[in-house]
């Protein structure tokens, strides 16, 4: 095998974010680009000749050709074999499933997930390493220091991998296996969820429409939701994946599936709506007539789990990343469970998952998993939502008015500022920072703040620290705004501001949600000087 090793210089912007490294699709084409980042993070590897590479994509523009690079980088690096999902496709939590199936040393994904794509639109790549769930800090920020330092990559001059023909090949001395990519997902699923009582309760007339939104999930809910459950074909739209997923925003909210919530709020409503992202991690759940909040959909999944023979014998432990509501808090109290609140992004569920100290994870973003994986999984919270619909007999809509009359609501929105200037975006942060000393004991509207602070989370499994992780103001009242920019997008900076009001059980529970966070709205942008600052009269997202 003829390794050839290529002089490069380093790119400085090869930091990865809150999922990875994510940029402008131009900037991946550059050349050296791909080589450069997938080089380093093999840099920092150890043990791995001769082991397992798992490399997955959502299958956006550039995917085919980043496979191909990093196939050949492998095999001139040492690796034993690679799989890969046919066609290239392969979803994030597909991919951490066959990283822990095949006991692979580590997968790259090839996604910016939620982000648009094509030529102009966003690329990005993971990696992850052996437990299946994403690199944690201690490597993302290793990779990135080698990231400023490299000089030269490795690679083998082979033809490319027929990626369309599943069975083996090769790279040099490096075994290509091209793999089914739904199959052993679809096998693990049916371990966990009640298939004949789904099928039947398709089968008495149960209706869905799951929106695949041109990604990665398409394959994976025409398989599962129509042959394997028998729902009707037709069930699932938008299934086959795209390389500009249709020329839209693969972000299962109620902006960019408003379609699907509009078609669930009307006259002809099926019983049960859901979506997913780009890589298949989100999910979006709307009944009849009940959208279903992320943060209020974790509460429940936890509350409802061993309804699913998967967790027949009850739940560990839950955990949520900060700025989720704490509706699922209230469900771990009642089970008497531990509860954990850790920085955004799955990676820092990782050691909570191995440990066995949770079970259920899940973050406000539309990302909720368990310990079957160690990823969010979109179609899994699908199929657990059907698992428990199909056991408990009720509509979506019952399911949350039982849930909130017995924990109470939790009110909850996101307002998010998109590709607002980085530079007036840090100083608001920073400004915020400076308050804080000041903040706790001061009154606002009848409302006094209980406590201010910038999250620092301390790992309890690895004693590791993360600091900055958002401005938290907690008010005497329960109620809380959030403040944080987010890691994972690729113009300017994106301000997310995460509010949350607490209704007891025997509250109010069908208040409109941005009437009912009406005040503290207003008080996160007195507070923050939002619209001053970044001359923006309204958000650009709600969700
Ligand atoms: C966002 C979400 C976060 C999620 C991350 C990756 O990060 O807020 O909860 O884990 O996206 O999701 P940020 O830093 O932009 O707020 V995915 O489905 O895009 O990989
Ligand atoms: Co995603």
């Excluded at 006259?267 to 909040?293: E, K, M, Q």
């Excluded at 056991?391 to 909850?412: F, M, P």
């Amino acid at each position: 095998m003829a390794v050839t090793t290529i002089n490069t210089t380093p790119f400085a912007d090869q930091k990865p974010g809150t999922s990875g490294l994510r940029k402008r699709t131009p900037v991946f084409m550059q050349a050296n680009y791909v080589e450069n980042f997938v080089q380093a993070v093999i840099d920092c590897l150890d043990g791995f000749k001769g082991k397992t590479l798992v490399i997955g994509g959502d299958g956006r523009y550039h995917n085919d050709v980043a496979i191909q690079t990093i196939i050949r980088i492998a095999a001139a690096n040492g690796f034993g074999k690679v799989m890969v999902g046919q066609g290239g496709i392969l979803s994030t939590p597909g991919t951490s499933h066959i990283i822990r199936h095949y006991k692979a040393f580590g997968g790259f994904v090839l996604s910016a997930s939620h982000n648009p794509g094509g030529p102009n639109a966003d690329f990005g790549i993971k990696y992850n390493v052996g437990n299946g769930g994403p690199a944690p800090e201690k490597i993302t920020d290793a990779v990135f220091a080698r990231t400023t330092v490299i000089d030269r990559y490795l690679i083998v001059d082979a033809p490319a991998i027929d990626l369309g023909s599943i069975g083996t090949q090769k790279c040099g001395d490096m075994i290509v296996e091209v793999i089914d990519p739904v199959a052993d997902y679809a096998a693990l699923m049916q371990t966990l969820f009640d298939f004949p009582a789904i099928a039947a309760m398709f089968a008495s007339g149960f209706r869905m429409r799951f929106d695949a939104m041109h990604a990665v999930t398409g394959p994976y809910a025409h398989r599962i939701l129509e042959d394997m459950l028998g729902a009707p074909k037709g069930t699932v739209i938008n299934g086959t994946p795209s390389p500009d997923f249709g020329g839209g925003h693969p972000d299962p909210n109620l902006v960019y599936a408003k379609d699907l919530y509009d078609l669930l709020m009307g006259p002809d409503a099926p019983d049960f709506g859901a979506a997913s992202d780009g890589d298949g991690d989100r999910n979006l759940i709307i009944g009849r007539n009940r959208f279903v909040t992320p943060s209020d959909s974790l509460a429940l999944l936890a509350a409802n789990a061993p309804l699913a023979p998967g967790y027949a014998g009850g739940i560990a432990g839950i955990a949520r990343s900060m700025p989720t509501s704490a509706a699922a808090d209230r469900v771990a109290e009642k089970l008497g469970i531990e509860m954990h609140e850790t920085p955004t992004g799955w990676k820092f569920f990782g050691n909570l998952l191995d440990a066995g100290r949770v079970t259920i994870c899940g973050e406000e973003s539309a990302g909720t998993g368990s310990n079957h994986v160690r990823e969010k999984d979109g179609l899994w919270a699908v199929l657990l939502w059907l698992n428990i619909l199909a056991a408990r007999k009720q509509s979506v809509d019952e399911i949350v008015r039982d849930h909130w009359a017995t924990y109470g609501r939790n009110y909850y929105t996101r307002h998010d500022y998109d590709e607002v200037d980085a530079t007036i975006a840090n100083m608001l942060m920073d400004d915020l920072r400076g308050q804080l000393a000041g903040l706790a004991g001061k009154a606002f509207d009848g409302v006094t703040v209980a406590y201010a602070d910038d999250f620092t989370y301390h790992d309890p499994v690895d004693g590791s620290t993360s600091a900055k992780q958002g401005i938290r103001i907690g008010f005497s009242d329960g109620s809380r705004i959030v403040y944080r920019l987010s890691g994972t997008g690729t113009v300017g900076a994106t301000l997310r501001v995460y509010l949350e009001r607490y209704e007891p059980a025997h509250g109010q529970h069908d208040l409109d949600t941005q009437s009912a966070l009406f005040v503290l709205i207003g008080l996160a942008d007195r507070i923050a000087g939002i619209r001053e600052r970044t001359g923006r009269t309204e958000p650009s997202v709600i969700t």
